[in-house]
């Protein structure tokens, strides 16, 4: 009987299609087929792989320029998974996005994480949902270690940290930005958070946190509604040309205390 489910275990395997394996077999070990950009890779079944927790710059896409550092990101993201390369991957929450890629943390034979290691070098930065939120905090400060050492994309005027007052300028807006500043009041409206940096909402920079997400700061032990006014923080997120400007933060780790600049 043992030997039977031995072979029945081995055909499940061998039939199931690579993107489904996440289900079957936790973690993953694979090769690197080719890299695509910064965060993307290709294994040698042809699976498209997103390295979970981390965001490189955009390279050029259709009328869209390439953002300052993409290419440098592409060329050390080769560097560290050459075609052939032996990889592990491991997943966290969510294993898939909507793109059907995989979502994963990669790691190499020598116990490289190559996400982190992404990040300390200065070519990504941390970029991360609520539905996949494990080692974000080692991710932040290997962030805030290369911002400091003004490692790669943090030497460029694109990814400098932007002050909230006065607010940042409309070409910004659907940027993924990181903005320092420090909210004087909060509101309560129909059960979304505001939090505002100036005296009027309407053209101001405000931090916006929906019901969802207020759930997920109480669950740290933290009451967003009071838990920042008065109180230097950075915020990252995409922003958004709602009356002044907006960042929807979605999960706490999107707000860190400014001493992390």
């Known amino acids: 009987m043992r030997y039977l489910l031995t072979f029945l275990a081995l055909v499940v395997l061998n039939t199931t299609p690579f993107a489904a394996l996440a289900d079957v077999l936790r973690p993953i070990e694979t090769q690197v087929g080719s890299v695509i950009d910064g965060d993307t890779f290709i294994t040698r079944e042809g699976q498209h792989i997103r390295l979970l927790g981390i965001n490189t710059p955009e390279k050029k896409r259709d009328a869209n320029p390439a953002e300052e550092g993409a290419y440098a990101a592409t060329e050390y ?17 969510n294993d898939h996005d909507r793109y059907g890629r995989l979502l994963a943390h990669v790691y190499l034979d020598d116990g490289t994480w190559v996400n982190k290691q992404m990040v300390e070098e ?10 996949n939120r494990s080692h974000i905090d080692e991710l932040l400060n290997a962030e805030t270690q ?3 050492a003004g490692k790669g994309l943090w030497q460029q005027r694109r990814w400098q940290i932007l002050e909230a007052l006065p607010v940042p300028d409309k070409y910004q807006a659907g940027k993924f ?6 909210p004087i009041k909060a509101a309560k ?8 940096y100036g005296d009027d909402w309407r053209t101001d920079f405000t931090i916006e946190i929906p019901p969802a ?4 700061f109480k669950a740290e032990g933290v009451e967003p509604l009071i ?7 950075i915020v990252r ?15 706490p780790e999107q707000i860190q205390p400014a001493s992390a600049e």
Not at 189 to 196: A, E
Not at 213 to 216: D, M, V
């Open 227 to 233: 838990a920042f006014i008065d109180k230097p923080i």
């Open 177 to 182: 930005q990181l903005v320092k500043g420090t």
């Open 77 to 93: 993201a080769k560097k560290i998974l050459p075609k052939g390369k032996d990889v592990t991957l491991k997943f966290d929450e």
């Open 237 to 251: 997120g995409h922003l958004k040309p709602v009356n002044g400007m907006l960042i929807r933060v979605t999960h």
């Open 146 to 148: 290369a911002r400091r």
């Open 213 to 216: 997400a207020q759930k997920l």
């Open 122 to 131: 200065g070519y990504a930065h941390v970029y991360t949902f609520p539905d």
């Open 189 to 196: 409206v129909k059960g979304v958070i505001y939090l505002n």
